[in-house]
């Protein structure tokens, strides 16, 4: 497989407005949420992410040419604003970094990626955190139902300045996603459930990778995304907290089409997993994270491994 591997998939974790932020403290939510009964938040995270590889249509893992060294570096900044009790209103913006070589072609660039403006609704009214169980009405998570779009700030195929994939720092499409978080923390255990679905607007292409083409209309399928997590939590005299968590992932596009006919080349799904670290003050004023994460097994998407951190401010 060409470099053409990387198309639209080189910026799907930074073209989500996704971080860490529970509730309570708790450390297992996965979503940039503003914690109940605060006012705003500010959110700045770096990821470094290495492409090993790819997996090909039929599943099967593929190396990359030999020489070939494919890095991105994303750093985001987010912030979030309470509107009322229950609504909260968000934005994401990344810079991204791309360091790549692929058979001999060396390829460095920076540019905006995919921004994303978000709104969240809590349909609880007090945090849901316990330590002890008192019948069942103290079971109930914290559900938030929330709405995202996905603005194309970042450099596309579709551009008109770029020579292949390694330069895209964004896929060029509008898109609007319906998300879903639940959590609960029974202190010291944590655990969250995140789904989203999207749905991308199609586009007229004329330019691909700096070349004039014949217009067609791209329309990329439906976009599932899912993740589950468990996190255990350490109390300190100081009453900080330090938290560790294991997340399970799942991404899939199925074929989109050019023009109508399915694109098969457009399908894939990639399985993750990843490992978290997390940091919160005594006042529960900021909190920190360090993650790990890679890619297990999957079609038609690369092969990464990224190591990221974050910082969140809550006033």
Known sequence: ?????????????????????????????????????????????????HYDGYWDQSGRHKDDPDGSELNQYTLNAGYVQRLAPNWQLGASLPLVMNDNQYSGDANRNTALGDASVFVWYETFDNVTCIYKIRGWQSLRPSVYLGANLVLPTGISPYTGHVDNSAQTTGRGFYRLDANLSIEKTIYPWSAAFNYSHGEYLSRMVNNEYGTEVEPYRKSPAARRSLSGSLAYTWFFSSLDMLNLSYAYSELHEGQGTIDGTADSSSDFHKISHSL???????????????????????????????LSLEFNRVY
């Open 276 to 306: 978290s670290l997390g940091y919160v003050s005594p006042a529960r004023d900021w909190n920190s994270k360090i993650s790990i994460s890679d890619a297990l097994r999957g079609h038609g998407t690369v092969d990464t491994q990224s």
């Open 1 to 49: 497989m060409a470099c053409k591997t990387l198309t639209g998939l080189i910026l799907l974790a930074a073209s989500a407005a996704g971080h860490a932020a529970s509730c309570c403290g708790g450390g297992a939510g996965s979503a940039l949420i503003l914690p109940k009964f605060n006012q705003s938040m500010w959110s700045i995270s770096t990821t470094a992410e």
